[in-house]
C-alpha cells in the first residue's frame, strides 16, 4: 500500500491530477518511497537475518510511521516514528558488528547511520531536498555493502578492495560536507558515486554471471544497467552540484532512486522476497519486460528533464511507475504457477550475513 501511495504521490508531481479530492499530499512522495517501502523492505530484510523477536519493532515503527505520513497527521508523528525505527536499524547493525565486525556489515551500518541523520534532520525542520543526500546515501551504502559481501567469493587483490573503501569514504565525505555547503557536498558525493560505479562494474561478480543463463544472467543485467545509472547520477552531481528543486533535481534524484535503486531490487527480488516472506518466486523471461521499459522509460524521462521537453518528461514517469506495479504482477504471477513445495521440504533458513552461518543466536 505504501509503494502504491508513493507512486501516486510521485504522478501527482509530475503534474496528473487525478482523483485529487482524495489524493495524498504530493510532498510526502519522497518520504514515501524512501523510508516508507525501501526503509520498511531493508529493516525487515535486516531483522529476519538477525532473527530476534526485538527486531521486528524497527520495520513496524517505519511502517507506522510512513501511514502517519500519508496520512497527514500532525507533526511529529510520522517523522518521529520513522526516525525511531532508524535509529533501531542502527542498533540492529550493533548487534550485527559485535557478531562479524565484517568490511561489507560495516559498509551496511554506515548507511543506517546515513538514514538516520537524514530523518533526523527532517524530524527537525529541515526541507526534504536538503536532507535527500543523506537518504541516497543509505541505499547506496546499504546496496554497496552487500555487493561487497557478495564480491567475496571473487578473492580479490588488496588494492581492489582497499579501492572500494575509497569510494565509501568519498560518499561520507560528500555527506559530511552536505551539511555545511550542499553544493559542495554534493559535488563530493557525486564523485564517490562516479567512482562506486565504476568500482562496481570492474569488480562486481555481475561481470561474469551475466555470461550464465536465466537467473543469474538476469540478475546480473539488473546489476549492471544499475550501475550505469549510478555513473550517470554521480556524473550529474559532479557537474551541476545538488539543485533543490526544478528539472534538474528531478532527473539527478531518479537516476539513482529509479535507475540504481530499482535495478537493485529487480535483480535481487528473486533471492530476497523468498527468503524475507517464506514463499518461492521462480525465475522467469518475463521479468525482462518491466527491466526493459524501466530503463528506456528513465531515458525518455532524463531527456525530457534535460532538453526540456514535457511531455517525454510526463510519458516517462508514468512508465516509470507502470514498470515497478508490471514487475510486481510478474512475480505475483510468478509466485502462484510456482510448483508446491514438498510436503518434506526443510525451512527456510535465515538470511545468511557471514558467508555461511546464520547469524540467528544458537
Known sequence: MVLMAGLWTGLLRLGWNGLAAIAPNPSV???LMVCGFLGTLISLE??????RRWTYAV???VGLGAFAALLGIAPPGGPLLITLGSAGLVIIFGVVLSIQAAPFAVVMAAGAVAWAVGNGLWLTGWPIPYLTPWWLGFLVLTIAGERLELSRMMQHASYVRYGFMTCIVVLGLGLACSLVSLDTGARILGAGLV???GWLIAYDIARHTVTHAGLPRFMAVCLLMGYGWLLVGGGLMLTYGWPTAGLLYDAMLHTVFVGFVFSMIFAHAPVIFPSVLDIDIP????FYGPVAL?????VARIVGDLWPYATLRLIGGWSNAAAILLFLGATAYSIIQAPPSPPDAPPKESLDLDGGRSLAPR
Not at 535486516?46 to 532473527?51: D, H, K, S
Open 29 to 31: 512522495h519522497g518520504p
Open 59 to 61: 520495520p513496524a515503527l
Open 283 to 286: 525465475y522467469r523471461p518475463l
Open 294 to 298: 524501466l530503463h528506456l522509460s528513465l
Open 46 to 51: 535486516r531483522a529476519v537475518a538477525l532473527n
Open 195 to 197: 567512482a562506486l560505479g
